[in-house]
Structures are given as structure tokens and as C-alpha cells.
Nanobody, 117 residues
């Protein structure tokens, strides 16, 4: 069972930056994707950014140009660099890994990001 552990959340002022990290306990065999989702109070969980082992990336429109996702396959790590943060980015951010071979989703426990105005 793959375990994901996030770190790097916190409180930051609008316009500031944070870098989230997610460590996977083991590599996932075969093609897969890792990404970040977020859930604000009273809202559904939404995709923020995703990266595949082939290097393709996809971002939510709301974060394009401000957030960058990156993958370190050797370390089983995925990162989310968040710049120009806005109060509406406030949410719990969850790391996700998806195995294309086994159709299995793995989730981290979440890390809180709070952006003050």
C-alpha cells in the first residue's frame, strides 16, 4: 500500500509563495500520475495540477501561470510551487497518486494552506 505524506503548508500573505512536497513510500509500478487536489470549506475537492510519469502536466485554469508541479521519480516525490497566492487559494491540499495499471488512487492526509488578504 503506497502511503503519501505532504508537507510545506502554512499561513502566507496574499502575493506570497509556498512550496508543497509529497513523499511516496514506494514507487508505483507502470505508468502513473501524481498530482495535487484541494478542498476549501463547503466546496468539493478539485484538481489543482497533475503530472504523469511521461512528463505531461495539466493545471486548473485558476492556477495557470502561478503554480508549477514537478516530479522527482528517483525520490518518489512530487512538488507544487505556488506563487502569487490569493486568498481564494486557501484550502486543504491533498497529494494524489494514480496507478494506470491497477486503477488505484492513493491519497495523502492533506496539508492546510491559508492565504491572508
Amino acid at each position: 500500500q503506497v502511503q503519501l505524506v505532504e508537507s510545506g503548508g502554512g499561513l502566507v500573505q496574499a502575493g506570497g509563495s509556498l512550496r508543497l512536497s509529497c513523499a511516496a513510500s514506494e514507487s508505483i509500478s507502470g505508468p502513473n500520475a501524481m498530482g495535487w487536489y484541494r478542498q476549501a470549506p463547503g466546496k468539493q475537492r478539485e484538481l489543482v495540477a497533475i503530472v504523469t510519469t511521461g512528463g505531461s502536466t495539466n493545471y486548473a485554469d485558476s492556477v495557470k501561470g502561478r503554480f508549477t508541479i514537478s516530479l522527482d521519480k528517483a525520490k518518489n516525490m512530487v512538488y507544487l510551487q505556488m506563487n502569487s497566492l490569493k486568498p481564494e487559494d486557501t484550502a486543504v491540499y491533498y497529494c494524489n497518486a494514480y496507478s494506470v495499471l491497477t486503477y488505484t488512487n492513493y491519497w495523502g492526509q492533506g496539508t492546510q494552506v491559508t492565504v491572508s488578504s
